[in-house]
């Protein structure tokens, strides 16, 4: 699968999501997106440091800049269960706008064309680092990473393109 | 449906009938032969890592000439893992460093780096060694693994406990269902030591 750019359409996908009410709920990408304007931001794991120190915090921080610009949802993704996701949401208890989503088997990573094998570190098949604005589910920005460094896929180019 | 209708008439012969026709790990059998070529992830930060070069753990290293009380479990930050099952073995150390045990060992499908997280969340690294077991392949050569999907967790490890002695498996329990925790926390496998 190629990587997703810039006038795709969003694919369908189910992720896993404890809500607000704690409840493990499956959630689908397009009930999300469609008809809003969304950024989807991905990372290669909880619980490790660029992905934990710089890129989630910048989306946090910007989240109400964000959306006063129009952005209806900030949603990040991960490979990783909805138990690990929520336990890493907690590590943020100023975080207000952004959902935390488990893509548990990559699947929906997968369909994004955007796997990266971090297999020798210990992660398995996880996701590149990237950050996505879709506007009723047709992509119009895509910047990724070519792995997981951190140098266009922050919320500051998301700001600057809104 | 199928695997949960046999898993349910497996776990009404008796506890030993169903330890006994395990395949690849039972009472008696060695754990690093059962094994092969298996390696473990010593729980550390994404720093630690680097500096050791992601380097991972084989488990003659784990096992050999030592005493070790070693327990699985589905998932880190899950119910419960995080509330019973870890708990049982952090207020246990004593007794099973008075019996002799050299390490106790928690082993999940789960990464190192989250491992680690969810370890110093609960205060527990002091006490317990944490591996990951990240591909699921330890697990899967012991015959533990268990498809766990419909909880979203995907292919996991059992709940299960052992005291394995020199590498050699000397005690064995698996609950019959991984939300149980009736065999496999410390009071249980100190009566086998």
New interface residues.
């Given amino acids: 699968m190629a990587p997703i750019s810039v006038g795709d359409s969003l694919p369908d996908g189910q992720l896993g999501w404890f809500d607000e009410n704690d409840q493990l709920q499956q959630v689908s990408i397009h009930s999300l997106a469609a008809g809003k304007k969304v950024i989807l931001f991905g990372v290669p794991g909880a619980f490790t440091p660029t992905c934990s120190n710089q890129h989630v915090p910048g989306f946090i921080t910007q989240a109400e800049q964000l959306k006063a610009k129009g952005v209806d949802e900030i949603l990040l993704i991960s490979v990783n269960d909805p138990f690990v996701m929520k336990a890493w949401a907690k590590t943020y208890p100023e975080n207000k706008h952004v959902k935390f989503l488990a893509d548990g088997v990559g699947a929906y990573t997968k369909a994004l064309g955007l796997e990266l094998d971090l297999t020798e570190k210990g992660l398995g098949v996880r996701s590149r680092r990237f950050a996505l604005l879709a506007d009723n589910l047709k992509v119009t920005v895509a910047n990724i990473e070519e792995g997981g460094q951190f140098t266009i896929s922050g919320a500051e180019e998301i700001l600057k393109a809104l | 449906m199928a695997s949960v209708l046999a898993r349910r008439a497996r776990g009404s012969a008796a506890a030993a009938l169903w330890s006994a026709a395990r395949g690849f790990a039972s009472v008696g059998s060695d754990i690093v032969s059962a094994a092969p070529g298996v390696s473990l992830?010593k729980a550390r930060?994404?720093?630690e890592?680097v500096a050791t070069k992601?380097s991972?753990t084989p488990l003659k290293d784990i096992f050999h000439g030592k005493k070790v009380v070693i327990f699985g479990l589905p998932?880190?930050?899950?119910g419960v893992c995080s509330q019973s099952h870890v708990p049982s073995y952090k207020n246990n150390i004593d007794k099973l460093k008075a019996k002799g045990i050299d390490s106790v060992i928690c082993v999940a499908v789960?990464?190192?780096?989250?491992l680690?997280?969810?370890a110093e969340?609960l205060q527990a690294k002091d006490a317990i060694e944490f591996y990951?077991d990240?591909?699921g392949s330890f697990h899967k050569s012991l015959d533990l693994e268990i498809d766990l999907?419909a909880?979203?967790?995907?292919r996991r490890s059992h709940r299960w406990s052992a005291f394995v002695d020199n590498g050699k498996i000397k005690a064995l329990n698996v609950e019959k269902a991984p939300s149980e925790f009736k065999v496999s926390g410390a009071e249980v496998i100190l009566d086998q030591i």
Avoid: E, I, M, R
């Avoid at chain 2, 998932?75 to 899950?78: E, I, N, R, V």
């Fill in positions: 992830q930060s994404w720093d890592g992601f991972t998932g880190a930050y899950t789960n990464d190192p780096y989250v680690n997280g969810w969340k990951g990240f591909d999907s909880a979203l967790l995907g």
